[in-house]
């Protein structure tokens, strides 16, 4: 079965810097997705950024985006000009590949706190 | 496009009620899945249909809880009876069956067991 792991509970950043989060997972398979989801205090899940494991390159979504090392197994978040907005539970989440059963495995979050 | 539609977004109830939850996903997409989110946890996958057809339950505890998606549409989701460590908040997701990788959560709902 595959685990993910965040190790930060929580980290806090001061407006318009930047901040990593991070995100390390355990899997036998060679090929599968991550994510990033943020959860507001709404509750709603939205995603943020994903990656296929077999780009290299790694994804980018305007001020979001990841260092993925594959063979390390670790996938972690830079999030540049931290805004108020970006104040959330991020959650990093594996999925393997679409055939058949691809829920998404979640790591405990980490709780980002953006500071004025 | 409409999102993922769940309810009620709370919930009170005492131990050893029963409870139900609704789901219903974006229009088109075929699969649909219910997690849930212990306070201070990630969300864990607890069943999953395509169609309406399961297509994994193995971290659904079947001796209480149940799901069925009818017509392959909404999905209802059944804790019978409750315990207090069932507490959390259910969440309700859909992804369409072709570009799937993308899951589209509801708004949740909330239950307290007392």
């Known amino acids: 079965a595959q685990t993910v792991t965040q190790s930060q509970p929580e980290m806090s950043v001061q407006e318009a810097e930047t901040v990593t989060l991070s995100c390390t997972y355990d899997?036998?398979?060679?090929?599968?997705?991550l994510f990033w989801y943020k959860q507001p205090p709404s509750r709603q899940m939205i995603l943020v950024i994903r990656q296929e494991a077999y780009k290299q390159q790694n994804a980018t979504e305007n001020r979001f985006s990841v260092n993925f090392q594959k063979a390390a197994k670790s996938f972690s978040l830079k999030i540049s000009d931290s805004q108020l907005g970006d104040a959330a539970m991020y959650f990093c989440?594996?999925?393997?590949?679409?055939?058949?059963?691809?829920?998404?495995?979640f790591g405990k979050g980490t709780h980002l706190i953006i500071q004025p | 496009e409409a999102g993922v539609a769940q309810s009620p977004r709370y919930k009170i109830i005492e131990k050893r009620q029963s409870v139900a939850f609704w789901c219903n996903p974006i229009?088109?997409?075929?699969?649909l899945y219910w997690y849930q989110q212990i306070l201070g946890q990630g969300p864990k996958l607890l069943i999953q249909?395509?169609?309406?057809?399961?297509?994994?339950d193995s971290q659904l505890p079947k001796d209480r809880f149940s799901a069925e998606r009818l017509k392959g549409v909404d999905s209802t989701l059944k804790i019978q009876p409750a315990k207090l460590e069932d507490s959390a908040v259910y969440l309700c997701?859909?992804?369409?069956?072709?570009?799937?990788?993308?899951?589209?959560f509801g708004p949740g709902t909330r239950l307290t067991v007392t």
């Open positions: 989440a594996y999925r393997s590949p679409g055939r058949g059963a691809d829920g998404l495995t």
């Open positions: 899997t036998s398979e060679s090929d599968y997705y």
């Open positions: 997701a859909s992804s369409s069956s072709g570009n799937s990788y993308e899951q589209y």
């Open positions: 229009s088109g997409h075929a699969t």
């Open positions: 249909f395509q169609n309406n057809g399961v297509v994994d």
